[in-house]
């Protein structure tokens, strides 16, 4: 009996027939693309055959068309040991698709390129405030970082899969960024501002080639990627001007029901406390955020990016300094009050410091696993472990690449049928 297929309302054995193998060979694909990556040592397409259940004349049809694409290379064949043509075992593609990552933040924007291997190829990062900036005016400069990073990518011989672009604030499914607080940012039409850039607008797959994102989210996606075998659950804190945290649980991340999950820095630590940006009052970011550490150490006033008041800081505590010191135990004391309320709720088991946060950790992590171990309630069966963060302040960049990647390792046959 034949099969009928219904596609678009009409039905047609003959269609159905071209449907399903299609479908077939983008589901293959992908199988195929997946075991390679998910492996530190190269398989061959007898392993993977034997692995996935594909025949070899399937495994070997794919492989080809993986090649082709510039998805998969060959490795060098291991020295022969007996009779017979030794295997060539395949990775993942060094000179293929690459996923752009861009982040907009308070003092800083920066661009990277990421291969499919996650090897950072590219990395730029501009240390302007963008305060005074119109949200217009700082894409623009950004798309400039954008254009360095596309000349980057063509030198290498590596084609843009997309983008990520990571912004710090509340952003909704479209990419409208409803709030960045200390951007000054309310309803910013991203996609919008940055439409009709080759960079950024290039369609592949149909797929929106621009993906906007919250920072922490794309930070903590990252941090769980950085680290094969980690954690598959825990919480990034990125600590700049600004606060945000990135939820991951089971190896995915946590978003809410509207993609605005994370806002650790309005979590309030004294409801009489200072205002903030926001408007509320006592939030973490008035305790904890780097303009109120700084203030705390003495070095209220004194205009340095993230990452150099990071170090700042941390050499006036190596040397020694009392109110480094103490400002560095005071932030830490209020993001261990905020972080043990989600390590009680989510009932996580590792917390990890990015962004300045990261440069800081040493300080900064007596005096949260003294909060957590007074105020999380598992604590005394299952401390909490608080670690810097692999990639550090790059770690949102890196993410919003590496997750153009990752799409790509997903379903490759968007890449392979890209037009030229």
Known sequence: MAVLWHCQGVTDTRTAGAVRQGSLRELNLAVVLRRIAATDRPPSRAEIAADTGLTRATVSAVVDDLIAGRLVTEADPAPRTGAGRPARGLLLGDTGPAGLGLEVNVDYLAACVVDLTGAVRHHEVRRVDLRPLSPADALTDLVALARRARTAADDAGLGLAGAALAVPGLVDARGLVRLAPNLGWRDVDVPALLAGHPALTDPVDGVPPLVVENEANLAALGELHARPGGPQSFLHVSGEIGIGAGIVLDGALFRGSRGWSGELGHVPVDPGGPTCRCGARGCLETYAG???VLAAAGLAGVDLPADTAARR?????????????DALHAAGTALGVAVSGVVNLLDLDTVVLGGGYAT?????CPPVLAELDARVLTSGWSPVTVRPAALGAESAAVGGAGAVVRRIIARPSGWLSRPG
């Open 290 to 292: 780097q303009e109120a």
């Open 313 to 325: 800081l941390a050499d006036l505590a190596c040397s020694g300094d009392p109110a480094a010191l």
């Open 360 to 364: 800081l950790a040493q300080w900064l």
